[in-house]
């Protein structure tokens, strides 16, 4: 691991820890609603638009001796098509890129400035990954925590990044490569993910208030849609425009924000997390959150103890259930449990679960988080950590 790296892995360290006193400090909003900020575990993908071509992996099971130290995957349907290197660190803040690899933020060494971290993966099932970093001069003010996640959306070629105050208030930044295209009110945004088909599409995220609302505090799931055209006024609100619907919460519940996934497929699932209770699962088909759609409430597919930690879907194939996988994380000993998975059709425009939860991913060592995300081949890319330097696995339906 070279100096810039050992700079961005400090430099992440300790604003993990800032943002664990915040949500500690910060624990209402003015409505009784918690939230979790910003800068959490995050979620995981996005859907449709015009993701990179992926990268890395291969069409063969590599033997699990290979990854062995890192986890053991305990599902029969699934094994590793792909070990990867790398000196940046990845974790569950990262998402998949339009660019075909993970995509991260970090805060840049001007003060008000971020880093979007890009990693390409090699052609084959092994090898290190490549990176690309460009610092972008966002301004976002001093005392501020930097949202955990770097979104490629599926419209206007924008990548969303946000910051958080300690009273909850931020905004959203909306990136068009190294310029700012946008920027709006939000509070407390926690986690997001882009659906849509490549020219409009929809961001959806935790956190407590709409788009370009800065007086809300309630948590919720909220939509805010593309309007205009990438040519011509590109935004997220309407702005008069009556075919554009405005920014709206899709479902309110929950005490907490948390992690938010979509599948290829674009149905979107989330978990509001609560240290002292039940995480609750709940699934969106996609014809439900799609743009111009209202407020829906989601199906419930689980309820499990321990906070979230990182939450990602894998679409129904033609003879598969989908699969969504989860970590949750003791609320008395702060330790990562075992990563499950709950599988769900969509039947009739509502997301069902089949079954119960079952063991997915277990850690060679007990209580080691595994953050994941998923890519744009719905296959699970998990980080694990030797010595100093990143190791992902991606995991996928054995061929």
Known sequence: MNDESKRRLSTRLALALALGASLM???????????GGNGGSGGSGGAGGNGGAGGGGGSACLDPSTYADLFTVKDAGFCVVGLYESDAVVGAPSTWGRHGGPVAVSPAPAPGSVTIE?????????????LTT???????????FLGAQAIDLPFFDWTVISYTASDLTGEIVL???????????VNGFYAGVGVGDGTL????????????????KTNALYAADACGTAASMPRLVPDGDMTCSAPLPVDTFGVASGPIAADHAGNVFVIMSEANGDQDARGYAAEKVARGTGPTAGASL???PGYAGSLAAIAPGADDAGVLAFQPVDGTTFDALDVVAQRYRVENGAVVAEGTPGVFLSAATPGASLPFFTDDQDRLWVAG???MDTVLAV???VP
């Open 118 to 130: 890009r990693l390409t993966p090699p052609a084959g099932a092994t090898g290190k990954l490549t």
């Open 201 to 216: 599409g929809r961001l959806l995220y935790t956190g407590i208030s709409a788009v370009n609302d800065a007086a809300t």
């Open 302 to 304: 689980f309820k499990l």
């Open 134 to 144: 460009n610092d972008v001069d966002t301004k976002n003010p001093a005392m501020t």
């Open 175 to 185: 990136l068009d490569g190294t310029l700012v295209a946008a920027r709006y009110p």
């Open 395 to 397: 995991v996928a339906r």
């Open 25 to 35: 400090l910060v624990a209402c909003s003015d409505d009784g609603n918690g939230s």
């Open 385 to 387: 950590q030797r010595g």
